[in-house]
Each structure stands twice: as structure tokens, then as C-alpha cells.
């Protein structure tokens, strides 16, 4: 059986993705806000209710104004949603692929009688 002279040449892609690295990190008075709140709402507190607790204590928005519920309920869903991106997993996605198959055994044949040199 005689040789088989070939170039083989597979293309295809891989598409990864990763969650984004570039979401923006707490602050240390944001997380402890947030720790705080959900402390509160372990104990049964509505945000309406921690709202009026953190006011009463003197805390500020990060913003620097005063607590109301839905701020309170904003500040909880931000940091679950964040969480929820970072801790997602994404698929890879393989493209179509190609094989390509070069003979090479006639130009090789040629050069072998010195017809075409390389």
C-alpha cells in the first residue's frame, strides 16, 4: 500500500462566556447596609419598618438622605441581582466546523522527479 501524501486542516470556533469581571464592587458602608437590612428582615421587620429603625439610628442612604421602604427593598434586590449575574453559568457554544483535506500526492510526485522544485 503506497503512502497517502495530505495536509488536514479542522476549523471551528468555541464561544465562552464568563460573567462580566467588571461589575462594580460594593463599598464597605453599601455591604454593611445591606448586611443590616437583611438582619432586620430575619427578624420579621417589613422595609417600611427597617426604613424607620436605620432613621431612627441616623443612618444615611448612600446618597446621603433619609430611608424609606422602597429604598430599603432596592437596596436588597441590587445585591441579589448582582449575586445572580456572578454566580451564573454559561453554555459554551460550538460553531459549525469544517474539515479540509489537501492531496498532496501529485505535487508531491512531481517534485520527487524533479520537475518542480521546492
Do not use: C
Given at each position: ?40 428582615r ?68 512531481l ?8
Amino acid at each position: 500500500m503506497g503512502s497517502f501524501n495530505a495536509d488536514v486542516i479542522f476549523h471551528f470556533s468555541i464561544t465562552y462566556r464568563r460573567p462580566p469581571f467588571t461589575v462594580p464592587q460594593y463599598s464597605q458602608y453599601q455591604f454593611f447596609l445591606y448586611e443590616t437590612i437583611t438582619e432586620q428582615r430575619k427578624k420579621g421587620k417589613t422595609f417600611d419598618q427597617i426604613a424607620v429603625w436605620l432613621n431612627k439610628k441616623g443612618y444615611l442612604s448612600v446618597r446621603g438622605k433619609k430611608f424609606k421602604g422602597n429604598h430599603v427593598h432596592s437596596i436588597v434586590k441590587k445585591k441579589r441581582l448582582k449575586d445572580e449575574k456572578l454566580e451564573r453559568e454559561y453554555p459554551e457554544v460550538w460553531s459549525d466546523f469544517s474539515l479540509e483535506v489537501v492531496d498532496k500526492t501529485l505535487v508531491n510526485n512531481l517534485n520527487n522527479r524533479g520537475r518542480y522544485p521546492i
